[in-house]
């Protein structure tokens, strides 16, 4: 892999350890609903995303305007995510609700590349990714193994991540093709998370006053927009300049692993010898997307260069 791929899978690793931190950080706000914590976080990210790229948006609005339907349908995955993703989460568990959302991500983000894009999966990007998903199907058996939960919130709560997966890859999806269409990668982040976090603000606005009962449940709140949310997605915005849509959400797959290794040591959760079988599987499909070929995919030239180049800073 060139010296640019590997810049992209270093950005995206280190955002799935950002956001694998996300449901360990929640349990220190235990009276913040699911509701309230996942548009604090996506939506106040997603408009300081949108503040720093206002330039950008601005010089690319008429770009951004011809594709206005990717630009909806991304911001549509960036409102109805955080709200799945931690509900799934309050439901299931901190591990299990991980696991199906991130772990259904790749599936989800492959077959729109291959429906809508046209763009061949191949052999190396199949292998890694059967890998993490059933790394991440044994970590999750193994949580909910080792901790069983009422039956109906357990099915709701992966029911409601298998949406959490789907619109994911929907916005990170939308926001590589218009990065492939030519605009910039903080025009395109920009607009994606800015409009979903506008989206997100009457949520905030009617659930969010547990955020303000207590100066941990506060600063938790903070810590969520600004470190895995903020920060997590301006990496993830640099990463997928430099690998495709699919290969970023299969590297995310790193993410459950965090997460479940947090909820052992910070939590105190206990995960049997299974679930650490699990996790083997999820860093063997990484491994793999590291050092394989490029052969499914042009990346990084997926992006054109120039997209890149206009917003390197």
């Known amino acids: 892999m060139r010296q640019g791929g590997l810049a992209g899978v270093a950005a995206v690793l280190v955002t799935a350890a950002l956001w694998g931190t996300t449901g360990t950080a929640a349990t220190f706000a235990p009276g913040v609903g699911p509701l309230t914590m996942g548009a604090a976080a996506l939506g106040i990210g997603g408009v300081l995303q949108a503040l720093i790229a206002l330039p950008q ?27 799945a993703f931690y509900s799934s989460m309050h439901l299931a568990g901190v591990a299990v609700g991980t696991v199906v959302s991130l772990g259904s991500a790749p599936i989800a983000s492959g077959l729109l590349e291959r429906v809508v894009d046209r763009r061949r999966l191949s052999e190396w990007w199949m ?29 709701t709560g992966v ?18 093709r218009l990065m492939g269409r030519g605009i910039g990668r903080a025009a395109a982040t920009g607009a994606v998370f800015g409009l979903g976090g506008l989206a997100l603000m009457p949520v905030l606005a009617i659930t969010g006053s547990p955020l303000l009962d207590s100066p941990q449940a506060f600063a938790v709140g903070a810590y969520m927009a600004l470190v895995p949310m903020f920060l997590g997605y ?15 959400t299969t590297l995310t797959l790193a993410e459950p692993a965090v997460a479940a290794v947090l909820a052992v040591v910070v939590v105190g959760e206990r995960l049997p010898f299974i679930g650490w079988l699990g996790l083997a599987g999820i860093g063997v499909s990484l491994v793999f997307l590291t050092i394989a070929p490029a052969a499914r995919e042009s990346a990084p030239d997926a992006v054109p260069r120039e997209a890149v180049l206009d917003n390197a800073g």
Request: hydrophobic share 55%; proline share 2%; glycine share 12%.
């Open 159 to 176: 029911g409601l991540g298998l949406v959490a997966g789907a619109t994911y890859a929907l916005y990170t999806w939308a926001a590589y």
């Open 57 to 83: 948006l601005h010089s690319e609005r008429s770009a951004l305007s011809s594709q206005r339907g990717v630009v909806i349908a991304g911001a549509l995955g960036v409102v109805v995510y955080p709200l």
């Open 127 to 155: 292998l890694a990714a059967c890998l993490g998903i059933v790394g991440s199907a044994v970590l999750c058996a193994a949580k909910m193994h080792d901790a069983p939960a009422d039956l109906v919130g357990t099915v």
């Open 234 to 248: 301006v990496l993830f915005g640099f990463g997928l300049t430099r690998v495709s849509a699919s290969t970023a």
